[in-house]
């Protein structure tokens, strides 16, 4: 009994280590890893996983810009407005992704410009 309460000790221990944080920071747009950066494909992912979560998040609040991201701005697009901000500005990779996502597709003079919920 004893064996069993320390290997389970153990591996839930090492699944606290393992745990990958539940909100990430903008600088995983643009690299998988140290090594390798993040491919057309993955971001198309990432974005895919963004609006989702986002706009079912934020509800109402949202819905503006949801309606013009959805008329205005393809899936090719927006992965490149989000490529040019992240490009523009790395002093935000420290900072929340989703919040950056946000100014990327919002920017001044871009199909949706001012339209970021408050």
Not at 46 to 67: E, H, K, T
Not at 69 to 98: F, R, T, V
């Amino acid at each position: 009994m004893r064996a069993l309460a320390i290997t389970l000790a153990i591996l839930a221990t090492s699944m606290l280590v393992e745990a990958a944080s539940a909100v990430h920071t903008f600088r995983v747009w643009g690299t998988e890893s140290a090594t390798r950066k993040s491919t057309d494909g993955e971001k198309l992912s990432m974005y895919i996983g963004w609006s989702n979560g986002y706009f079912s998040g934020r509800g109402a609040q949202a819905f503006p810009l949801r309606l013009c991201i959805e008329d205005k701005i393809p899936y090719d697009q927006a992965i490149a407005m989000i490529d040019k901000y992240y490009n523009d500005h790395p002093e935000k990779w420290g900072n929340d992704l989703s919040d950056e996502i946000v100014q990327a597709l919002t920017v001044n003079g871009g199909p949706c410009g001012g339209k970021a919920p408050k």
